[in-house]
């Protein structure tokens, strides 16, 4: 009898055909005398879509709301149909005794699977290959030590309520909010939080008016003495004055202590995507794409991990590790090196943090594209400091009176860099450049006095709160509504690690936020549309804490803490609560077009003209006007009407277009396009050229 390994994708089977001496090329397998080793291509079996339940869903209505299924139907992928025909074939085998789930070690991989087996009407013994990296030996041992399938029917329940807890909400939130609003809006139980978190980092960032602020300073042979920081640019002169006719500051605190910064903790993958963004702009998804490819090649263990420390059985091998992660990032550790730092069974669930694999250091670094280049040396360097010595630093601080008004100054100077000093042969950074040794040259006591030299105002200002980068996001995400969720629950915030870089990709896509900025750095901001959603849909669905409290109670199912159908049962009652409290907005009053920033005024009637996903329209219901962004006229010349010229017509009712083609001759030119509005309200466009350029010609 065989057995059957089924991978998520074809690379990942190719790997594990290897290691099984699986050979026989097949069609869409690989076979050998004990096993078959095939792939799923993605989520092959999904959710059906509404219409599949009832044809009238074809058609989006609020009153068929809400949409909620009493028996869950799924549909085989239709661009990848022949992949499943050949998985329902192979599991139906008469020569096969066993299915193996290959699939990633995670809730996804595990829905992925099961949603086939299920679907294939398959009852055969089922195992579970739970690996935390893809080279030869791991694969090996992971054979060796197949679990049972239903040891993970508590993970398989958690990715079902995932999932249709999503398809829930996305389905009935998105309708409910387009046909209300009559463009498509994409409502998501992780994406909309994540939006509105930028949205009202936006909004603080407009709200926010800078302050002047004063602060007074002594200039003494023990460094730059320092007032608190006074509104008002009198007070501090005032005060500047009583001190230049003491000239002496009292010491009142002088104190010299030496402090540890320890390294930080190995990578998870957030705070790798949060690293790659500050030190390369990279994208969370590019990181997560570029680890995923140092994963399949086996250079780096699993990446979608939440753990940041190794299991307890792994500090044997950690030496053989150290090594090869030299060799792959040309940096060593401290002399001294203590693996406790790195070890911690109790903080590891299903995988331990991301570090380079044995096959990386026998790698050719430098055959691999420069994005994965770039993360393999990243996470190979954070391995070697994670494991050395803290970094020693002095802290000075002193404090002194001078005029009844208290003076303080603070002194740091690195003694021993320790894990600062790792990366300093790739960074050519000097260490210590965060000295500021002036104070610690001296000792003094309390109640001494020094005399200063100089003194003097200086002014600033307060600064606004900064737009979100990739890395600040990520960090606000994994950080959500964490107030209200308690500290022993292990996963927070808004989202897994293995999803939040497809929701900021998503919501980029769908329009509602933007990437602003130059190569290196770049923010994120929310568009006008992304702005009008968070203006309209209801607090609970933008607020973090209800996701946070749903994804805690996902992983409480994972732990059988919590039921199933206890968790879909509260989804489904706030579905209907949704859609009940909704019942009562008119189409006509318009929340939303009145969130939009007016492009001009309306010709015909002197209203506001709004931006909509077609073109620009008048907000009043009784007003027919409208400029298509589709225009045959503009379409002659292979243009659109865009925001800008919909501008220039409506203020001046005539707009520049550059570069217009013709469609007839393929010539280019540039010409003016005026607009006159007729009785009926329709808009009339004519063309004009400029003078100058059409005697030149
Ligand atoms: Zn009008």
């Not at 497809?502 to 509602?512: P, T, Y």
């Not at 469609?663 to 004519?686: H, I, L, R, W």
Request: hydrophobic fraction near 35%; glycine fraction near 6%.
């Amino acid at each position: 009898m065989k057995r059957l390994v089924i991978a998520e994708k074809p690379s990942v089977a190719q790997s594990i055909a290897k290691v099984l001496d699986c050979t026989g090329r097949q069609d869409g397998y690989l076979e050998s005398d004990d096993y078959l080793v095939s792939w799923c291509v993605g989520h092959l079996v999904e959710l059906a879509e509404p219409e599949s339940y009832d044809g009238k869903y074809e058609i989006w209505k609020r009153e068929d709301l809400p949409i909620i299924p009493e028996n869950y139907q799924y549909q085989v992928a239709s661009a990848t149909k022949k992949q499943f025909r050949i998985l329902k074939d192979l599991m139906h085998r008469s020569d096969v005794d066993a299915v193996v789930n290959a699939c990633d070690a995670g809730r996804e991989g595990e829905l992925i699977f099961r949603l086939v087996y299920e679907e294939a009407g398959c009852n055969k013994k089922m195992m579970r290959l739970w690996i935390s990296s893809m080279e030869d030996e791991a694969i090996r041992s992971g054979f060796e030590h197949l679990e049972s399938g239903e040891k993970y029917d508590s993970l398989y329940e958690a990715a079902l309520c995932r999932e249709r807890a999503d398809w829930l909400v996305g389905i009935n939130a998105t309708r409910l909010y387009t046909t209300v609003y009559g463009q498509i809006l994409n409502v998501g139980r992780v994406m909309t939080p994540t939006l509105a978190l930028v949205v009202q980092r936006d909004k603080d960032i407009k709200a926010f008016t800078p302050e002047d602020i004063f602060t007074l300073i002594l200039r003494t042979e023990a460094g730059d003495l320092v007032s608190k920081k006074f509104k008002d640019r009198e007070e501090a002169k005032a005060l500047l004055e009583k001190c230049m006719l003491s000239g002496k500051v009292t010491i009142t605190k002088a104190e010299k202590k030496e402090k540890q910064e320890k390294a930080p903790a190995l990578f998870d993958l957030t705070t790798l995507q949060r690293e790659a963004n500050k030190k390369y702009g990279f994208t969370a998804q590019q990181t997560l794409d570029y680890t995923q490819s140092l994963y399949e090649k086996k250079l780096v263990t699993y990446p979608r991990t939440d753990s940041r420390y190794l299991t307890d059985d792994m500090e044997a091998s950690l030496p053989l590790f150290l090594e090869n992660a030299e060799k792959v990032s040309g940096c060593k550790p401290t002399e001294e090196t203590n693996f406790r730092y790195v070890i911690n069974s109790r903080k590891v669930t299903d995988h331990h943090a991301i570090i380079p694999t044995v096959t990386a250091g026998k790698a050719d670094i430098a055959s691999l594209p420069s994005g994965e280049q770039a993360i393999l040396r990243l996470i190979a360097v954070r391995l070697l400091e994670a494991v050395s010595a803290p970094c020693v630093y002095a802290e000075a601080v002193l404090e002194g009176e001078c005029a009844g008004e208290v003076f303080t100054a603070k002194g740091k100077a690195v003694v021993d860099p320790g894990w600062k000093d790792v990366a300093k042969v790739l960074e050519k950074k000097k260490t210590g450049s965060d000295d500021s040794g002036l104070v610690l040259s001296a000792e003094f006591d309390t109640g001494e006095e020094i005399s200063f030299g100089q003194a003097g105002v200086k002014a600033g200002k307060t600064t606004p709160p900064k737009a979100y980068t990739e890395d600040t996001l990520l960090s606000a995400m994994e950080n959500a509504g964490s107030d209200e969720i308690p500290d022993e629950a292990e996963r927070k915030g808004l989202g897994t690690p293995a999803t939040r870089a497809s929701i900021i990709e998503k919501l980029v896509r769908i329009g509602f936020i933007e990437r602003k900025g130059d190569k290196k750095t770049k923010y994120l901001m929310p568009t006008r549309k992304g702005e009008a959603l968070i203006g309209i849909v209801p607090e609970s669905i933008q607020s973090a804490s209800m996701t946070a409290e749903w994804e805690r109670k996902l992983l409480e199912i994972e732990r059988e803490q919590y039921q199933a159908d206890q968790f879909l049962g509260e989804i489904t009652e706030y579905i209907q609560n949704l859609i009940e409290e909704n019942r009562d907005i008119s189409e006509s009053q318009n929340r939303m077009q009145s969130m939009y920033e007016p492009v001009g005024i309306c010709p015909c009637c002197g209203k506001s003209v709004i931006e909509k996903s077609k073109g620009f329209f008048c907000e009043s219901n009784e007003c027919k006007f409208a400029l298509w962004k589709e225009n045959r006229f503009f379409e002659s010349m292979s243009k659109k009407i865009t925001r800008s010229v919909a501008e220039q017509l409506l203020s001046k009712k005539k707009a520049k277009l550059k570069g217009c083609k013709s469609a007839k001759t393929g010539k280019t030119y540039d010409c003016f396009v005026t607009m006159e509005v007729n009785d009926s309200g329709y808009p009339q466009f004519g063309l004009e050229f400029d003078k100058k350029r059409h005697v030149e010609r």
